[in-house]
């Protein structure tokens, strides 16, 4: 299954620039996945659009593509990539956030987690072998393990039971995944498996499961259950921990993760693949990011406004339009607005790695991340 396809090219301090390839297309990182959940970027953002803004990777989700239109359905089609109309690499996350926020549809066993469908109330069971069977039906690039995410303030002899079946379930995705990557009805034989840490905010769990995964030989690794409650600090010291017992020469990917500043803390923790919500959801709700804070366009300070959401901004929100027209796009709940804010901001987020990348190569990380911090500051003080 490890293939040698991913190579750190610079290191400056933790930080980390590499190159990885895949059957899908070569991914430079550190690099932020824009999130298509079912199998689209909210917003009316078209895969068309992705290549525009400088998108190398696109995130869907497991559980809400077998819920619909079905795993089954998108393998007869041809595969996620030919479904939806894009020829770079896609991950897929195995489903288990998604059916573990589920907590009062849900029951976890050994052998899975049996929960209802959020859609329809239909009766569901999801396992290590049937999260690997969909992602292979769905043919992405790079599939996550099943794992539990516990919370973040579970007590520690759960997060201790649950940690080690995920490490359990780990063993069998990984088994099930070589498989299926030998069938010959597989559309992508050359798929990547991704384990995931977990541990809530309890170090020498976090250590010890660290240390467990890295032994299983996989093409990358994630630190999983963090963003989900806890600090930003606690997130930070559960990555000044965690990370330096990930193998260095495989990506390290922070699920979920998050704000412009959040990613560039990570970055100089060793971390090189991130995925987040923000950019598109704060897009369809008329905050978008700049580099001298975020902005709220409905505010009625931009009415009268001519200039683009940030001087210089190459995006086609920022080429074309004023604040003033996006702001009236959204009071008038012209979808146009979102999609414009949305557009933009997931054209800062991939910029914005671009720049990193470039930081990094350079050895001017340090500077370069003080001088992006410095520059987020909100009007009310705080860090974006």
């Not at 339009?321 to 979102?338: N, P």
Request: charged share 25%; hydrophobic share 35%; net charge neutral.
């Amino acid at each position: 299954m490890v293939r040698n396809m991913y190579k750190v090219i610079k290191y400056d301090g933790k930080a980390k620039r590499a190159v990885m390839e895949t059957v899908h297309g070569t991914i430079q990182t550190p690099v932020f996945m824009n999130v298509g959940t079912a199998a689209a970027i909210k917003g009316a953002v078209a895969t068309t659009d992705l290549y525009e803004i400088g998108t190398q990777i696109e995130l869907s989700n497991t559980y809400h593509l077998h819920v619909r239109p079905g795993d089954g359905v998108i393998k007869k089609l041809g595969g996620i990539h030919k479904f939806m109309n894009w020829d770079r690499p896609v991950l897929t996350d195995s489903g288990g956030f998604q059916v573990f926020s589920l907590a009062g549809l849900r029951k976890i066993k050994e052998e899975g987690v049996y929960f209802n469908s959020h859609v329809d109330g239909r009766k569901i069971f999801m396992g290590p072998e049937e999260s690997m069977q969909i992602q292979s039906n769905l043919g992405s690039t790079i599939a996550m393990a099943f794992d539990e995410c516990p919370s973040s303030v579970a007590d520690r002899e759960y997060v201790q039971r649950s940690v080690d079946r995920t490490t359990r379930w780990l063993a069998r995705c990984r088994e099930k995944m070589r498989e299926l990557n030998s069938r010959e009805d597989t559309i992508n034989r050359q798929q990547l498996l991704f384990g995931i840490n977990q541990g809530a905010v309890y170090e020498d769990i976090r250590i010890d499961h660290a240390r467990a995964i890295s032994e299983m030989e996989l093409d990358g690794y994630a630190v999983g259950g963090l963003a989900v409650g806890e600090s930003h600090e606690e997130m930070y010291r559960i990555l000044d921990e965690t990370v330096p017992y990930l193998p260095k020469e495989k990506p390290t990917y922070l699920m979920g993760v998050g704000t412009p500043a959040n990613i560039l803390e990570a970055v100089d923790r060793g971390v090189d693949f991130f995925d987040c919500v923000y950019p598109s959801r704060n897009g369809r709700h008329g905050h978008v990011y700049t580099n001298r804070g975020k902005l709220n366009l409905f505010n009625a300070k931009y009415e009268l406004d001519e200039a683009p959401i940030e001087e210089g901004c190459g995006c086609p929100a920022c080429r074309h339009y004023s604040r003033a027209y996006i702001r009236h796009l959204l009071k008038a709940r012209e979808m146009l607005g979102m999609r414009l804010c949305v557009l933009h901001n997931l054209y800062f987020y991939n910029t914005m790695m671009a720049e990193i990348r470039e930081a990094i190569e350079r050895g001017q990380y340090a500077g370069y991340k003080r001088q992006k911090l410095d520059g987020f500051l909100e009007n009310d003080g705080k860090r974006m």
